[in-house]
């Protein structure tokens, strides 16, 4: 489970990732500033790795066997990115 649940975050982190650069690309191949949009989603993703490795060397985690931590951070990774990836599939894609 621990893998099915990384493997969707990782993908769906993939995907993100693809269409910032693709909106980024298409922008600046029309002039448009492009700097302040990739800070902004560099910030975004740097900030939920962050909170994820708080949330792994919290103590009571930190106690935790090593198959439940890692279910634990997959299980509080998922959801965001997946959601976002699967809006925006359904929406642009």
Excluded: D, N
């Amino acid at each position: 489970m621990t893998v099915l649940l990384g493997a969707a975050t990782a993908l769906s982190v993939a995907w993100l990732t693809f269409l910032v650069g693709m909106i980024a690309v298409w922008s600046a191949a029309s002039g448009e500033a492009v700097g302040g949009f990739l800070a902004v989603y560099a910030a975004c993703v740097a900030g939920g790795a962050a909170l994820l490795a708080a949330l792994a060397f919290v103590p009571a985690v930190r106690r935790m066997a090593p198959a439940k931590r890692g279910l634990l951070l997959s299980v509080v990774a998922c959801p965001v990115p997946l959601t976002l990836a699967v809006a925006t599939w359904v929406s642009v894609g």
